[in-house]
């Protein structure tokens, strides 16, 4: 079977083995009908296989957002599954201090409850909201010509204040001492992915830049409002019921996509007394528990006090491959990884001497610049590059976070290996006006850092220079 690169990123395995369960047991929810994919980790840098063959049952599931009583419930399954989440997280912490079985029954109420999120992350990737997108440049294009793409980014491009913009206002307010910035950075963890004590969320929160997020607020504050006339007249123009449902439904899914990823992004921090102590039960570091403990494997820890052997987690520490195939998961560490990862991918794997590939324009220009490839997404790792930057450096990621802001405020544009028209690189582009191109797939598998590139964002088109 043939895979293709789908995304990569600095990840812990439970995310990965999670979004290989929702694809067994959350087939209810829209796009969750692979039947087999990879994930190859190496490091805790993990990098995520689909194969071809499941391509189109995908894209054809996602055609089920084109009836209107299945848009509105998705947005409500989204929204309640986001409920579910801190509601499950809160009783966890509660439990954090009681008996073992206790604390288990809560995890494993939880564990269930962050892969219904992750579920429901799938269904506004590209890969979903693939034939929505299709209809609606179809309907524009009519109307619009050559000025098409432009007037399609605006009608993709959320007016409505997400995630972020309210973290920003609610920083800015005066006042602010060590404790209430820790309960902010908390109910804002989406900002700390891979953090794993308090020190380091306050050296985080201690570089921020008070002055520039002011700035930033009222210009995406002028923005919106302009956005907002220009979105009306669009559809205006369109005279389309269909434009101004699937508009809406995008612009929905990215708001909430940003909600969704809060639950996770940010997990080690905002669930820290939780982590540490089981941490401490399995007699390893917190990072490693996080990174490298499957939630089946937490479980049984909390129930049968059994942690996962240290010639495993050694071995996984190094290679550990999952494989999803057809009904089960299985898991393989060390050597034998590396031997599946061969047997399995071989024939997949991304040619790295390929001279240019293409991806999906998110944000329209053409710039050159020096490939600065991203595979940490921890706030201090992210610092340290951000120091290194260049003018007209090009950012090269499997994805944005909310961590990376302070990259994306310094590069001249950015490439993804992942993403569609509601992931958080297109959006974020638009805000700072950057050329962007997403769901490259091979992004990060061909360039190396360093590489001086063009990134034609009129054409969709990234090409080596040298």
């Known amino acids: 079977m043939r895979y293709f690169p789908y995304v990569s990123g600095e990840q812990p395995l439970n995310k990965q083995f999670l979004q290989m369960e929702r694809h067994l047991y959350d087939t209810d929810v829209i796009g969750c009908k692979l039947r087999n994919s990879v994930v190859w980790d190496e490091g805790g840098y993990c990098q995520i296989f689909w194969p071809y063959p499941d391509l189109s049952r995908v894209h054809k599931d996602g055609e089920r957002l084109l009836f209107a009583a299945q848009r509105k419930k998705t947005l409500l399954e989204q929204r309640k599954s986001i409920r579910l989440y801190w509601e499950s997280r809160a009783r966890l912490l509660r439990a954090v201090n009681s008996d073992r079985l206790t604390l288990a029954k809560q995890y494993d109420a939880y564990a269930y409850a962050l892969r219904r999120i992750f579920a429901h992350i799938i269904t506004s990737t590209g890969q979903v909201t693939f034939e929505l997108e299709k209809r609606l440049k179809r309907i524009v294009q009519a109307s619009y010509g050559e000025q098409a793409d432009e007037a399609y980014a605006v009608l993709t491009t959320p007016t409505k204040e997400d995630l972020l913009m309210q973290e920003r206002k609610a920083w800015v307010r005066p006042g602010k001492s060590p404790i209430s910035i820790l309960r902010h950075l908390r109910k804002y963890s989406v900002l700390l992915a891979n953090v794993f004590s308090e020190r380091d969320a306050l050296s985080f929160a201690k570089k921020r830049d008070t002055e520039l997020l002011k700035r930033e607020i009222q210009d995406a504050s002028k923005r919106q409002a302009a956005l907002k006339k220009e979105k009306r007249a669009i559809l205006g123009r369109l005279g389309s019921s269909l434009a101004n449902e699937i508009s809406t439904l995008l612009c929905g899914l990215g708001v909430l996509r940003l909600e969704l990823k809060a639950c996770w992004n940010g997990e080690a921090f905002h669930s820290l007394p939780f982590f540490k102590k ?31 052997p240290l010639s495993i987690l050694k071995a996984r520490k190094h290679y550990c491959l999952l494989y999803l195939n057809q009904k089960c998961i299985a ?23 390929m001279q240019s590939f293409s991806g999906a324009i998110a944000c329209k220009g053409k710039v050159r610049g020096r490939a600065r490839v991203v595979r940490v997404d ?22 944005t976070n909310p961590t990376m802001m302070g990259l994306i405020r310094k590069v001249s544009g950015i ?32 360039l190396k850092e360093g590489d001086r590139i063009e990134l034609d964002a009129l054409t969709g088109a990234v090409r080596k220079l040298s």
Not at 430 to 439: T, W
């Open 278 to 308: 089981a941490a401490r039960l399995a007699g390893c570091s917190v990072r490693d528990f996080y990174f490298y403990y499957t939630w089946r494997e937490v479980s049984a820890l909390l129930h049968k006090g059994k942690p996962l």
């Open 331 to 353: 898991i393989y560490n060390g050597n034998q990884a590396v031997e599946m990862k061969r047997k399995i991918l071989g024939a997949s794997l991304p040619d790295r001497e």
């Open 378 to 399: 921890s706030p201090q790792a992210l610092s340290h590059i951000s120091k290194s930057l260049r003018k007209g450096d090009i950012l090269v990621t499997g994805m």
């Open 415 to 446: 490439i993804t290996d992942e993403g569609g028209i509601a992931c958080h690189a297109a959006i974020i582009s638009r805000e700072f006006g950057l050329p962007c191109i997403v769901g490259t797939h091979v992004a990060t598998h061909v």
